[in-house]
């Protein structure tokens, strides 16, 4: 019974390299939501996706930075040309059909990017 | 916009002792509330929940009220274990637009034997 699988739990980049990071849904989840947490700060929402459609990118930098949920297969957050304040944890949520705010979203245990 | 406010950390206690984090919101309509914590190295865990006004929500001892009249969500348990030690998070998901969930900063607590 596995939960939201995030992967991998570490990368290091260099300045100006892409960094991709994966997110696998609970089963039966179709929602989909990405939050970045700067150190000793909360979690800032970026972005919201349903299988092939972003709903809400509200949250994302306008540069940079993209998301997709395909058909098939994870969830990628990807972030081109990187640098040093891209580093935080990432961290994956995710919720079932119906989507309901009454829903608690179960979260992965993040991606830790450290730019170099 | 929506938003949640946290009691500031760090919070040190001793085991045994009774524990009270205060954390409060703004939004429009009736969100749902949460309080999630965070482990070191690790992902937000659910703790509880509540969904609307007067809803106790209750998990491991914890407890927390969803009051209308004073916006709160304050965090409540009787008797700390060195193991509660972590980062306690409150958060609202509003039942309008995305529902996705707002964050507090965080509440980091230490309990000391």
């Known amino acids: 019974n596995a939960g939201v699988m995030q992967n991998p739990r570490h990368l290091v980049r260099r300045r100006g390299q892409e960094a991709r990071l994966r997110c696998s849904p609970m089963k039966g989840h179709s929602h989909v939501y990405w939050y970045r947490q700067l150190p000793e700060e909360g979690l800032k929402f970026m972005v919201y996706l349903q299988k092939e459609n972003i709903i809400d990118e509200s949250g994302m930098p306008k540069e940079r930075f993209s998301a997709e949920f395909p058909k098939e297969g994870p969830s990628i957050l990807r972030i081109q040309q990187v640098v040093r304040g891209d580093s935080a944890a990432y961290f994956c949520a995710s919720s079932p059909l119906t989507g309901a705010s009454h829903q608690p979203q179960h979260f992965g245990d993040g991606t830790r990017l450290s730019i170099l | 916009g929506n938003s949640v406010t946290q009691m500031e950390g760090p919070v040190t206690l001793s085991e045994e002792a009774f524990l009270t984090i205060n954390c409060t919101y703004t939004a429009t309509g009736y969100p749902s509330l949460f309080w999630y914590v965070q482990y070191p190295g690790e992902g937000l865990q659910l703790l509880l929940k509540a969904t609307k006004a007067d809803d106790k929500g209750s998990n491991k001892g914890f407890e927390a009220t969803y009051r209308k009249e004073t916006t709160s969500f304050h965090l409540e348990k009787g008797s700390v274990q060195v193991s509660d030690s972590a980062v306690y998070f409150c958060?609202?998901?509003?039942?309008?637009?995305?529902?996705?969930?707002?964050f507090g900063q965080g509440t980091r607590l230490t309990i000391n034997p």
């Open positions: 958060a609202l998901r509003s039942i309008q637009g995305a529902q996705k969930l707002v």
